[in-house]
């Protein structure tokens, strides 16, 4: 073997990375049919089937997103802006995450109007929107809601739910500048890392995308929220 082999390990893991995306495509693909099959299904079965969706479709998130990172990190992450509206992209949203939430008991509240549009890559913000989503699920107690307006001449989306809320160090690490990963309190913070990322290489006019987290938002538990100019 020849010992002056160099091995980029960035490149190596996001090869990885495509490989599992694509075997973790075919699980989920197959939980889709079983889930068409659901009236057949036991009680327990169904709610086992909910989680393993929830889970395939949280790690397909973080996949997606460390390969987006890997791609910006060399300059290869090419942002494709296009007008696309918003009720489309939320029926898309729903679809992904509406198994989960029913067999939770949990309800989806859509507030869009129907002709609101705006110009945005959408499968990065679908991506964003998606793991904000995942992890609305995940704490909320009954209720979320997915909303999106015009204000102050940019394109505000929010993520609400009527959880506890996010803890005070998400808080403090979401809102400034964030430039790193905090891997601290157990938490990588990957998913609001990348969201800030892609809000911000959505930029027009001297103005540039933004994320925010707040508690007590429009359902009293955490709000996540992105800003596109």
Known sequence: MDSTLEI?????????VHDMKNSLWMV???AELIQAEGNKLSDNAREELARLNYEANRLNSNLLQLLSLY???????????DQHYLSELFEELLLKN???ATQQSIEVVIRVDDNLN???DRDLVLNVLNDAIANALRYSNRRIMLSAEMTKGMLLIEVADDGPGFPDFMLDNANPAMHKLDLRH???GLGIFFAKLIARAHHNK???????LQNNGGLSGGSFSLTLP
Not at 8 to 16: I, K, M, N, P
Not at 206 to 212: D, E, K, L, Y
């Open 98 to 100: 509406q198994y989960f």
């Open 206 to 212: 001297n103005q540039r995308g933004q994320v925010t």
């Open 28 to 30: 989920i693909q197959s």
């Open 8 to 16: 980029d390990f960035a490149t190596v893991l996001a090869c990885s």
């Open 71 to 81: 791609r910006l990190d060399r300059q290869q992450l090419p942002v494709q802006i």
């Open 118 to 120: 705006w110009f945005f």
């Open 186 to 188: 157990g938490h990588t």
